[in-house]
DNA sequence: CGGCATCCCGCTAGATACTG
DNA sequence: CAGTATCTAGCGGGATGCCG
């Protein structure tokens, strides 16, 4: 019992060392993705962001997107026209991002109903009225 | 069919029309992605969980696991034995995902020195001392 | 058009204490 | 060992208003 302690396989997953947290940290925010995705198609200018992602604030359109550009994720273009004019597109980074966020979502699509229905079944199981086993 | 006029007012789009929404509720606790890459080894222990993810309390623990046993991600087994034995496992549509997670965690890996460039880059930019150009 | 400032609220998660 | 309960702070983010 001097030397050998009982702990073997437990593999600290510390979070300072781990890359997982910091994707999660770039894409942590409410509105990051969808940023992203539709940046995809090619450059954007603010206002059309502002309309094609539903529900979104000026505020948060702009905190976002300059979180971003601050992770050289998208690039921001001024064009000095009297009408101002801003174009944001997605850097090379960004892009291979994108393609792996895609996984992602076809991870989703494809278990989307699976998650549905265990939600269901499990809220089911735990109603306080009492439907533990069956009716 | 004449009074279709349910006021769904609700501009949200219920994240129904967005499967990258989905999976980012999923995901989008701050130790839901820990803790699947610590159970993807296989059958882990709560105590286990605890010690193998550096800085999560027993209540984040408690509360993130439930909410992936609640949609599906993973199995909770207890061993009624005289000092309780509960042990978490993936399904295998969490272990599908830890598949894809892991492409993101590649995606950090190559870019997080790119990534933290930038930022400094930004900053240094974005300085109040207005250290725009160089020195 | 594009963006920043301010106020405000709800949710997440940390600390702490108790239990079967 | 494996939880649960409460109380609270911090922060993300919504609403609104003003400016180049």
């Not at 993705?33 to 059309?48: C, K, M």
Request: charged letters at 30%.
């Amino acid at each position: 019992m001097s030397q050998r302690n009982t702990r073997v396989t437990v593999q600290v997953v510390n979070a300072d060392a781990c890359p997982v947290r910091e994707v999660l940290d770039r894409v942590s925010g409410k509105w990051s993705v969808q940023i992203l995705v539709a940046a995809a198609h090619g450059p954007i200018r603010f206002t059309e962001l502002e309309r094609s992602i539903e529900g979104i604030s000026r505020r948060m359109l702009t905190l976002t997107l300059r979180n971003l550009e601050r992770d050289g994720l998208i690039t921001r273009t001024v064009h000095p026209t009297v009408p101002p004019k801003v174009e944001y597109e997605l850097t090379p980074v960004a892009r291979e991002l994108h393609e792996t966020l895609q996984r992602l979502t076809n991870w989703a699509e494809r278990n989307r109903v699976y998650i549905a229905e265990s939600r269901a079944a499990y809220d089911e199981e735990h109603r306080p009225d009492g439907a533990g086993a069956d009716a």
